[in-house]
């Protein structure tokens, strides 16, 4: 399997700008995560899904953010209007679910420069 | 929610010497302790994990303790390698298949 793919590597972008990062987890896993990392917060869960359905949205940091999963193999964050402070590390990690061993698969990551 | 808490946040040793990596969480309701390494420009990577009925298991040179009652755990690496430099951080989560909260992670480098 090639694993969690994510798209885009890296993204520059203007302030106030739309951002679209990409997630596509591993084959038969029913868990999705997206965490955001960064130096002076770490790694931080934004949202996670069970069987495409949104389970807990709370790290969510504001109405800017949003995250969709439409189907079993692709999901995305949207942030709208971009700003500066979003510049970080965006995660995708993938996880069998309920019958597991309960390790996170992670992508490489997707890096955010928000100008 | 849970918070989990790590120390140090950089840690250098010989290379041969031990590394412990201390951690500590707030939810009692935690029951899973997963442990993850970073290497640079990659996603973090499952090296050990631990659940509440265990208090201690090892993998090779990679050992885990957990005392539930103190809502402490650490990682033990022993004859450190070079290969081993890395970040490393320590989550809880309430069950294997919950949502899993990381700390802040330790950067760990191994000097040859």
């Known amino acids: 399997d090639a694993g969690v793919i994510q798209s885009p590597r890296h993204e520059v972008t203007e302030m106030g700008q739309e951002v679209t990062l990409r997630c596509k987890p591993i084959?038969?896993?029913?868990?999705l995560f997206w965490y955001r990392q960064t130096m002076m917060r770490g790694l931080e869960l934004l949202i996670y899904?069970?069987?495409?359905?949104?389970?807990?949205d709370s790290g969510m940091p504001e109405d800017r953010f949003s995250a969709k999963m439409p189907n079993a193999s692709f999901s995305t964050l949207k942030i709208q209007p971009s700003e500066p402070r979003d510049s970080a590390v965006y995660f995708c990690?993938?996880?069998?679910?309920?019958?597991?061993?309960?390790?996170?698969?992670f992508g490489e990551g997707s890096r955010l420069t928000v100008l | 929610g849970e918070n989990v808490e790590q120390h140090p946040s950089t840690l250098s040793v010989q290379e041969g010497d031990s590394a412990v990596i201390k951690c500590t969480y707030s939810?009692?309701?935690?029951?899973?302790f997963p442990w993850y390494k970073q290497e640079l420009g990659k996603g973090p990577q499952l090296i050990i994990d631990?659940?509440?009925?265990?208090g201690e298991k090892k993998d090779q040179r990679i050992a885990v303790t957990l005392n539930k009652t103190a809502k402490h755990f650490s990682l033990h690496i022993t004859e450190t390698q070079p290969e081993d430099s890395a970040v490393y951080f320590c989550?809880?989560?309430?069950?294997?298949?919950?949502?899993?909260?990381f700390g802040p992670g330790t950067s760990l480098s191994v000097i040859p």
């Open positions: 990690a993938s996880s069998p679910g309920q019958s597991n061993t309960g390790e996170l698969f």
């Open positions: 084959s038969g896993h029913n868990s």
């Open positions: 899904f069970n069987n495409n359905v949104p389970i807990d």
């Open positions: 939810d009692s309701a935690s029951n899973y």
């Open positions: 631990i659940r509440s009925n265990v």
């Open positions: 989550a809880a989560a309430e069950t294997s298949y919950d949502k899993v909260i």
